[in-house]
T-cell receptor
Framework: NAGVTQTPKFQVLKTGQSMTLQCAQDMNHEYMSWYRQDPGMGLRLIHYSVGAGITDQGEVPNGYNVSRSTTEDFPLRLLSAAPSQTSVYFC??????????????FGPGTRLTVL | AQSVAQPEDQVNVAEGNPLTVKCTYSVSGNPYLFWYVQYPNRGLQFLLKYITGDNLVKGSYGFEAEFNKSQTSFHLKKPSALVSDSALYFCAVRVSNSGYALNFGKGTSLLVTP
């Protein structure tokens, strides 16, 4: 299994540009999510999905869109990039079972810089 | 709201000594608590979790954590630190009504010196 993969690893955008961060998992996990990591702030949840066709907002959803057309893929779209979106983005997935949920597996991250 | 706090930005310990990375939580209802580790330029890796049952939870790489309900704490521990344990450690709690999303602490940088 490749686990959770993310592309690209690095990206530089200009303010106002749009782009899609790709995330895929081959573990047949129902649950997928996107976080951003900023220095001194830990990880903050952007959007999540509990299954194909079902998405919802997390703590910091503004400026981002998601869709989940398949179990495997969960792309994150930046509609009009802003310098405040400079961050490291992590995708995670897990089975949805039990009260506490299962272990979440994280991708290697995408480092995004918006100029 | 479900939240965790990590009071220390950095913990320094000598190799071979025991280490503790602190975490306190604030939740309504039963807490589902996790520890993750992040090595430089890598994603997060799961260490251990507390859902229910024994207060002492054993995890990967020799780490363990003690759930203390009266002190609302979930400190990460290891009896003998290794230089290779140097990394960024995150405590997290499951968020209610958000699937299986996690709220993370700000992270604690652990430095183990030879």
């Amino acid at each position: 299994n490749a686990g959770v993969t993310q592309t690209p690893k690095f990206q530089v955008l200009k303010t106002g540009q749009s782009m899609t961060l790709q995330c895929a998992q081959d573990m047949n996990h129902e649950y997928m999510s996107w976080y951003r990591q900023d220095p001194g702030m830990g990880l903050r949840l952007i959007h999540y999905s509990v299954g194909a066709g079902i998405t919802d907002q997390g703590e910091v959803p503004n400026g981002y869109n998601v869709s989940r057309s398949t179990t495997e893929d969960f792309p994150l779209r930046l509609l009009s990039a802003a310098p405040s979106q400079t961050s490291v983005y992590f995708c995670a997935s897990s089975y949805s079972r039990g009260q506490g949920g299962d272990t979440q597996y994280f991708g290697p991250g995408t480092r995004l810089t918006v100029l | 709201a479900q939240s965790v706090a990590q009071p220390e930005d950095q913990v320094n310990v000598a190799e071979g000594n025991p280490l503790t990375v602190k975490c306190t939580y604030s939740v309504s209802g039963n807490p589902y608590l996790f520890w993750y580790v992040q090595y430089p330029n890598r994603g997060l890796q799961f260490l251990l979790k507390y859902i229910t049952g024994d207060n002492l939870v054993k995890g990967s790489y020799g780490f363990e954590a003690e759930f203390n309900k009266s002190q609302t704490s979930f400190h990460l521990k290891k009896p003998s630190a290794l230089v290779s344990d140097s990394a960024l450690y995150f405590c997290a709690v499951r968020v209610s009504n958000s699937g299986y999303a996690l709220n993370f602490g700000k992270g604690t940088s652990l430095l183990v010196t030879p």
